[in-house]
């Protein structure tokens, strides 16, 4: 009798210690699954040895596009005399391929305007140059080894740094700056991609402040506004306000205000990356607190966010759902090409169900040549 007790009572102490282990192996498990959204690898660096900020980027014909954008050539910055250049060049990456090919020419050297994958071409919005901010829209389309441009209206006025996505077939645009030492506007414009005589509507004006470097997105057939900055002129002094307010917009209905991001972000890759399930992602971004510091930091800057950043549609919240690959070397000061950083002012891509991140701002005046690539799991 004493033995079938202890047997007993020991059986029972199995199984709840093993309850309990299963138990903590599935909450690992899911807590894992919380924060390895993504596989992280690399395609073949854009051939130029400091890489662009502000470029357009998309997909045409199964290939990867990246056009345009600036950078401070031979690894300079503004402290140390460097200039600051824009760029006409195509640079087209071929499914399966290994080496990027430079094909063709922008109409100009242009960068920091909109880029959007639409009907096997990239749409190019708007953009500037040292001189002068544009309004022009065109086509970009990859065909038999060659860059096809097609010309498009123009939209309304000139702007960059503003944010757009497309759905339904119409595009829809809002926030950027007129003019290179302009203010932040709140605009709002669309134009129909399938309509008989394809013109720019102007809507209902942005309700929150004024700005630009917002990301956009898209779920559901509404239109996303996250964050930006908000430019201020006080005595003639401009300043920047970074912004953690969040807008969405649904043809008939107008603009809602949504849950505020867990801090302020800007310039994150744009259009923000939708799951096909309920969340629509972040990637890094700058939260403005190494702004007014620039000048100061110089190469010192520990460069921007490295979060991924959800934002859930049906629960109206925010969580975070991992990190970037960053990997800054002991060397990253004066050799920033080799480490990886999280990069801002350039677009998002998805390609072939891949989160693709060509380029951008590693950090203030130095851009990166990487192309970071995320596959889903």
């Known amino acids: 009798m004493y033995y079938s007790k202890t047997l007993g009572m020991l059986i029972r102490t199995k199984v709840i210690l093993f309850t309990f282990i299963l138990i903590n192996m599935s909450s690992e498990a899911q807590h894992l699954m919380k924060n390895n959204l993504f596989s992280w690898q690399q395609f073949e660096s854009i051939p130029d040895a400091d890489g662009f900020a502000g470029s357009y980027a998309g997909v045409s014909n199964n290939a990867l596009i990246v056009a345009g954008g600036s950078n401070f050539p031979g690894n300079k910055r503004p ?79 000139p702007m960059i740094n503003a944010c757009g996505t497309i759905i339904n077939n119409i595009i829809y645009i809002t926030g950027g700056i007129k003019t290179p030492t302009g203010m932040t506007e709140n605009v709002f414009w669309c134009l129909d991609m399938t309509a008989a005589e394809k013109k720019w509507k102007i809507l209902e004006p942005f309700p929150g402040n004024s700005r630009m470097l917002a990301t956009a997105g898209t779920h559901n057939g509404s239109f996303f506004v996250f964050g930006g900055v908000h430019l201020v002129n006080k005595d003639a002094i401009i300043s920047r306000v970074y912004l953690e307010d969040c807008w969405k917009y ?128």
Request: with cysteine.
């Open 79 to 157: 402290w140390t005399n460097g200039v600051k250049t824009w760029y006409d060049h195509v640079f087209v990456l071929e499914n399966g391929g290994s080496k990027w090919k430079k094909i063709g020419k922008l109409p100009r050297p242009l960068g920091y305007g909109v880029s959007l994958t639409y009907n096997d071409g990239v749409i190019c919005l708007g953009g500037g140059d040292a001189l002068q901010n544009y309004a022009d829209v065109f086509f970009l389309q990859y065909v038999n080894g060659t860059i096809e441009t097609q010309v498009l209206p123009s939209m309304p006025a």
């Open 250 to 377: 649904k043809m008939g209905i107008g603009w809602t205000r949504i849950a505020n991001l867990p801090h302020p972000i800007a310039a994150a890759p744009s259009p923000a990356y939708n799951d096909d399930q309920s969340n629509l992602l972040l990637f890094g971004g700058d939260e403005g607190k190494d702004a007014s510091r620039v000048a100061e930091l110089k190469d010192q800057h520990p460069g921007f966010k490295d979060e991924i950043l959800a934002y859930n549609v049906i629960t109206d919240s925010w969580s975070v759902k991992g990190k970037m690959p960053v990997n800054k070397k002991p060397d990253a000061v004066v050799n920033p090409h080799a480490s990886i950083y999280a990069p801002v002012t350039t677009p998002l891509v998805v390609w072939n169900g891949k989160v693709i991140i060509p380029g951008g701002e590693a950090r203030p005046a130095v851009r990166t040549n990487k192309v970071l690539v995320a596959t889903p799991h």
